[in-house]
């Protein structure tokens, strides 16, 4: 593998002991990997020392038909140095039942709606979060659409409406 | 009299009237959700002009209006508030369901899209297009003025034997989820509705 | 269970909960169909006589599963899709989306195209602010500035239909180039629009930048600070009004933006007035980027070379000869399709709104796996429960209007 050039390569050896195999590229994405349970303190240490100070995305993808996946849900960070330039792409994976992570809110406050999103639409609950509700669904929905076991066309619930004619309105 | 009347020639008359003062004072409620939206405020400004069919005053309280103009995609959430403001208008009211994804879901055939309004609330107009030129809705809104004049009456007895929904009839929901989930199975892309 | 009219009371009960010891408090339901939002959002707020003491958005009326109806369409399919996320300026999201595809792909687009797609961004650019600033000027009770910026956008809506003959959602982007070239006539419409629009410009600029009604209900409302513009995940001139100077077709060129000269607007006010400036003062960048950008098109063929199987073939090509009907099958046919890398991209350029980004991940078959779209508006109406709590209730339009919120690109 080539060598990555980016400043928190030397930084999360340093503080977290991750090497090479942790890191990947594709273009100009450098992203690493981390387990679900140190998620919080990587982000905590590449806010404060790395200078990574925008969050500018948080979303997940579903693995389930992924070819070669070994988890089932992908939650990615994409995070940006406001300052350099520099992105960086954190990746963790969680699995079911009960996908779980911390939630990044205390770090930055964009996080809060993108949180909720993600739980909304893939069912990952973020602990800590301040108001983990529905966001996009209704709240008596109970699936999560973009789980790749739910159908692109529902299962009904679009139909499910009482109906007004004319001659009651 | 010595020359007979024909029975109702007084009535027509009144109807006429009557169904020529409304049609030339349309008040719609701009229902307006998505893109056609951006169409539905083209249509009312500089270059397309509405107020040439005595139909810009806009009214957005639904209490004021009379012809509801659904310019966008309604999706689940807010096919309530849809139902709920189409109740609060006062009759004789009408409704153009402007775009392809009021009419029928468009191209957005997916979970939480309503496959076209005129399954839950009746539908006077419907106005193709994704987004329909304002030259459309400006033509649909001559078409209701027409049919207003032709089946008008006084106190609105045509919407009375209007008892069904114009549209298809929504699919029983054990049925949807059966075929669904068939699709599902097979990994054959699903069916439509 | 049917979703009932009943349970839009729900929320509002459980907002009036919080404040039951304080009775003087009393709760204001505004929207989902309120003319100021332009589009449908709601948003409960608990009001102490006319002060805001809390708002708290209620959003989705919108969602129509973009994100899902990407697993579901191929590469060059989605891009009519995408056009109807930020339907101010849909051509802005297509030249997101193939900017992201093409990244993955590895496919570099002609010099051509770089231009073309660099004028379409920009006048989609104008397109949003014209109406922005016309819609928050709207709002704020001056009609004609509307009316003048309404005129502009038909204007422009006439150089899209000509270029590929839908005015609106125009779907012109493809994979490795556009629908069609651009002719002459589109070049010339182009030119004549640029000779008109700084009139309407200082028109509009003259009724509004120093009129005393509007400095009052924009000055000072709504004001986002730098540090919180950052954590707040704010891009785009939302970001740029608060003194954030970051830009991507600066800080990340793209498309012919380093060939061209252009200024970063920023300023540090922050608030309703600091980004009307904003928008107004990036109009006047935009139409120097475009008038710079048509009179130096390159000429040579604006797709690029369709050997590699990605791209589909030239049209005449497609119509005339059996080998160009055959690759045109080969593209788009549903078992057929191109091959993607087994990867994952994050890819984004500045939309008029901030920063569009979509994070693509591809399972090597012609389907994207998931496609997310990063949506600015999404990010930017996060911001408004921070920001309007001691405000008038006649101030939160101003808001609304100046944070630019689009319910298509908020709910997806
Ligand atoms: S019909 Fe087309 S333009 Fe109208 S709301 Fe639907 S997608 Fe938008």
Request: hydrophobic letters at 40%; proline letters at 6%; aromatic letters at 10%.
């Amino acid at each position: 593998m080539t060598e990555i050039q980016h400043s928190a390569v030397l930084l999360l050896s340093e503080q977290f002991g991750f090497d090479a195999s942790a890191w990947s590229r594709n273009r100009d994405n450098v992203r690493v990997r981390v387990d679900s349970e140190r998620v919080f303190e990587v982000l905590k240490c590449l806010k404060t020392l790395g200078g990574f100070d925008m969050l500018v995305d948080i979303t997940g993808v579903d693995e389930l038909e992924y070819p070669n996946a070994t988890d089932r849900f992908r939650v990615v960070y994409c995070l940006l140095n406001t300052s350099t330039g520099e992105r960086l792409i954190v990746l963790t994976y969680v699995n079911d039942p009960q996908p779980t992570l911390p939630s990044a809110y205390p770090l930055w406050k964009g996080a809060d709606w993108m949180e909720r999103e993600v739980f909304d639409m893939f069912g990952i609950t973020f602990t800590g979060h301040p108001d983990l509700r529905r966001i996009l669904m209704p709240e008596e929905f109970t699936e999560y659409p973009l789980r790749k076991d739910y159908p692109l066309r529902g299962r009904g619930e679009r139909h499910n409406f009482p109906v007004i004619t004319r001659a009651e309105s | 009299m010595a020359v007979g009347l024909p029975e109702n020639v007084f009535m027509t008359t009144v109807n006429a009237a009557a169904s020529w003062c409304r049609k030339n004072s349309l008040w719609p409620m701009p229902f307006a959700t998505a893109c056609c939206g951006i169409e539905l405020m083209a249509t009312a400004s500089s270059r397309y002009d509405l107020a040439r069919f005595g139909a810009e005053v806009m009214r957005f309280s639904p209490r004021q209006c009379d012809l509801m103009i659904v310019a966008g995609r309604v999706v689940m959430k807010m096919m309530p508030v849809l139902q709920r403001i189409w109740l609060q208008m006062p009759e004789p009211k009408w409704c153009i369901s402007m775009g392809a994804c009021a009419c029928s879901g468009g191209v957005f055939d997916t979970y939480a899209v309503v496959q076209g309004v005129d399954r839950f609330i009746p539908v006077d107009m419907y106005v193709p297009g994704c987004p329909p030129r304002p030259e459309q809705l400006i033509q649909a809104i001559m078409d209701l003025q027409n049919k207003i004049q032709q089946t008008g009456t006084l106190n609105g007895t045509e919407f009375d034997t209007r008892t069904q929904p114009t549209g298809p009839q929504p699919f029983d929901r054990e049925e949807m989820w059966r075929i669904e989930d068939a699709a599902l199975q097979s990994k054959v892309g699903g069916f439509g509705v | 269970m049917p979703f009932e009219v009943s349970d839009l009371s729900a929320d509002v009960d459980a907002a009036a909960g919080e404040y039951a010891d304080k009775e003087y408090l009393w709760t204001l339901n505004f929207g989902p169909q309120h003319p100021a939002t332009h589009t449908t959002l709601r948003l409960i707020l608990t009001l102490d006589g006319e002060k805001v003491v809390k708002a708290v958005p209620d959003i989705g009326y919108l969602h129509s599963g973009f994100e899902k109806l990407a697993e579901d369409l191929d590469y060059n399919q989605y891009v009519t899709i995408v056009d109807r996320m930020n339907y101010l300026s849909p051509l802005a999201n297509e030249i997101a989306w193939h900017h992201a595809v093409e990244k993955l792909l590895g496919i570099e687009i002609t010099p051509r195209c770089k231009y073309v797609r660099t004028i379409i961004a920009e006048l989609m650019r104008l397109h949003d602010h014209l109406l922005n600033t016309g819609t928050s000027a709207l709002d704020l009770g001056a009609f004609t500035a509307f009316l003048y910026f309404f005129q502009q956008r038909e204007l422009i809506y006439d150089i899209s239909e000509c270029a590929s003959g839908q005015r609106f959602h125009s779907s012109y982007t493809r994979v490795g180039g556009v629908l069609f070239d651009v002719t002459n006539e589109w070049v010339e419409k182009v030119r004549s629009f640029c000779r008109g629009f700084r009139a309407v410009h200082t028109e509009v600029d003259g009724l509004l930048t120093r009129n005393r009604i509007f400095i009052d209900r924009t000055k000072g409302v709504g004001v986002l600070s730098k540090e919180d513009a950052i954590n707040f995940s704010c891009t785009g001139p939302v970001a740029r009004a608060s003194g954030v100077v970051r830009d991507l077709r600066k800080d990340e060129p793209y498309l012919a933006y380093p060939d061209l000269d252009f200024k970063v607007i920023c300023t540090t006010g922050g608030d309703c007035y600091a980004r009307y400036l904003v928008r107004m003062h990036e109009m006047l960048e935009s139409i120097k980027l475009i008038e710079q950008a048509v009179e130096n098109i390159p000429s040579g063929p604006i797709n690029v070379d369709p050997e590699g199987k990605a791209v589909l073939p030239n049209k005449s090509n497609v119509y005339q000869s059996i080998e160009g009907l055959i690759h045109h099958f080969e593209v788009i046919m549903p078992n057929r399709g191109f091959a993607t890398p087994t990867e994952s991209i994050y890819a984004a350029t500045e939309s008029p709104n901030g920063e569009l980004g979509f994070y693509i991940t591809a399972d090597s078959s012609s389907k994207p796996y998931r496609a997310r779209c990063r949506p600015p508006s999404y990010i930017h109406f996060a911001v408004f429960p921070h920001i309007i709590p001691g405000h008038m209730l006649s101030d939160v339009v101003a808001v609304l209007g100046s944070l630019n919120i689009i319910a298509a690109e908020l709910d997806r």
